[in-house]
């Protein structure tokens, strides 16, 4: 016999059904977000257990790394694009959570990315979180955090100055756009510890670069970089 709870999930899937993101189906686990078939459609790239990747050699000779990974490749016009763009512009949250989950379970799996103390969102400039209602990289952040069982610190570092959007510019343009962008205005929230800095998207890195020299300049012991994404 169905319990109480399981009857009512499934009288409520009826008329107001839990669609998978990426097919439409509903066939769907209630705290999913895919369907079975389309998760495994997402491109894992196994960086979080392989060095010298190519997320960590993108910050070579630029800013010392202790670890660098992405979860997933990104590509035009496929499904994670889908879903970072319903996280960013269509105030769809709930993706930020799962996706940070997801970049969770491999940080676990990962000794490389061990130890930890916090987790850092890159953050928004406020006019820009103002704009938006929140910063996706602290909603993925806070998924990342459910997993693997360490706090999120999200005010101990600002963004100091609205920069231009880095879609269009180069590497050298995009560190220009950044420099000297980010401050620690808390720095007894990071001293001595081991900080995850966390992102949506990876592409050059000068965001995130500019970013950890910042904590490094507040005597963080070591900065390691997690990314839902790497362009590739």
Request: proline fraction near 5%; hydrophobic fraction near 45%; aromatic fraction near 10%.
């Amino acid at each position: 016999m169905l319990s109480l709870k399981n009857y009512w999930q499934q009288v409520s899937q009826l008329f107001f059904p839990h669609l998978c993101m990426g097919c439409g189906s509903d066939i769907i686990a209630l705290d999913a977000l895919l369907c079975t078939r389309c998760y495994l459609q997402l491109p894992v790239t196994g960086f979080f257990n392989a060095a010298n990747n190519p997320v960590e050699q993108s910050f070579y000779g630029r800013v010392p790394i202790a670890a660098a990974a992405a979860a997933f490749y990104f590509t035009k016009n496929a499904l994670l694009q889908h879903l970072l763009f319903q996280l960013k512009y269509k105030g769809h949250q709930k993706t930020g959570i799962w996706l940070g989950k997801q970049v969770g379970y491999q940080i676990m799996n990962s000794p490389r990315f061990a130890p930890i103390d916090a987790v850092v969102p890159l953050p928004l400039h406020p006019k820009k979180q103002r704009l938006r209602g929140y910063n996706q990289a602290a909603l993925i952040a806070s998924g990342i955090c459910s997993v693997i069982q360490q706090p999120l610190i999200t005010h101990a570092l600002t963004r100091t100055r609205f920069t231009q959007t880095q879609t269009k510019k180069n590497r050298a343009e995009r560190w220009v756009n950044m420099e000297d962008a980010f401050t620690v205005v808390l720095p007894e929230l990071l001293h001595n510890k081991h900080v995850v800095l966390v992102d949506d998207v990876i592409t050059t890195g000068a965001t995130l670069e500019a970013c950890a020299s910042a904590l490094l300049a507040a005597s963080v012991a070591s900065v390691r970089i997690a990314t839902v994404a790497y362009t590739i």
